[in-house]
């Protein structure tokens, strides 16, 4: 290289650097503005900023905002980040929570009878229910700030069991399963300290944000071996898809290829606590609940179908009565087992049983009035 190239470069590059800092201070300047302004508006908003690591490393509200939004009568120019922003830093974690089922949950309700039907005659109940879980994880996407809290975005705080909480209790209690367990009982007693299983832990393995388990949601395969098994499956299967939500894409394994390779990843993780036969004899003893649970409510659903083929029910109050007494009990009893929640499991089965005689009355009553 002779002097006269050595020199161009020397100015292409100086060139380069005075625009790259001149930029630099530009994205100081206007992060100082927007936390100077905030910090008077949303005080706490900014401390939650100042402790995460995405401002320690030195990035600026504007990467994840845009920088359209400059005063308080434009702040609907703000960008309201979703997961295609957050993924052009953490690209795996995006890619692998759009191939789970968090990924797939906005189409899981909007593709649901059950959803539907409270939209439409419950909508402002519908907002503060189905779609705050559904779509505040998923919306647009993606929402990373679902179970990571708004600008801390603590992986810390994601891998703690309440993270689960507001999504993953009630008509779905794996929270309140997992809080029932010896599991949930040592978290209580010695915190997230390494040596405690938690939902992270068991779901999201090195941090995989796909979260897939053998039987899916819904507890039904789409291979199943036993013909016993596989009739009540059938007919459970027939009438949660009248419900809607096991119509999403991916919400059970297809065959038994998938439901094996699963079962195989969840005994790794579970076999860094305890040995793999244990857990291979535990996960079978869960199965046979699922199996128990279909066969409860397939009898409950024949039941019911007979009391509409009477007329005794209509099919609005069929579809809530399988609703409410077969699909949440069903669900409940097989998601207490898994998340090792015994009483759990026996409360689901008395309420089963329950539902169960209160039905066949109904049909004995419709019997003898003939």
Partial sequence: MNKKQFFVIGILVTVFLAHWIQAAFA??????ECI???????????????????????MDCTQCHGSAHTNETDSKKAVMPNIKV????????????????????EVALS???MGKKVKAHAPGIFDKSCATCHNSICKDGGQCNACHGSHRFSAREARKPEACLPCHMGNHPQYEAYGNSRHGALYRARGLDG?????????????DHMVKTSWGFFGVRGEEPDPQVAADQATVKGAVEMLGPILA?????????????????MVEICSQCHAKSRVRENLAACDDIVAQANHLAAGFIKSADKLKEQGILDQKEYFWLIRDKMHAQRMGMYISA????????????????????????????KINLK
Avoid: Y
């Fill in 27 to 32: 994205r100081t300047n206007a992060a100082c």
């Fill in 36 to 58: 100077e302004c905030h910090r008077k508006l949303n005080p706490s908003l900014v401390k939650d900023w100042e402790l995460s690591s995405m401002a320690v490393s030195g």
């Fill in 86 to 105: 957050c993924g052009t830093c953490h690209k795996d974690q995006a890619k692998r929570f759009t191939m789970g089922k968090h990924g797939k949950a």
């Fill in 111 to 113: 593709i649901s009878a």
């Fill in 195 to 207: 040596s405690v299983p938690t939902c992270a832990t068991c779901h999201m393995p090195g941090g």
């Fill in 249 to 265: 894409p991916d919400s059970f394994r297809p065959d038994m290829a998938e439901w094996t390779e699963h079962r195989d990843n």
């Fill in 338 to 365: 898994f998340h090792q929640s015994p009483e759990g499991v026996l409360l689901e089965l008395i309420h089963f049983k329950r539902a169960t005689m209160a039905i066949q009355k109904q049909q004995s009553e």
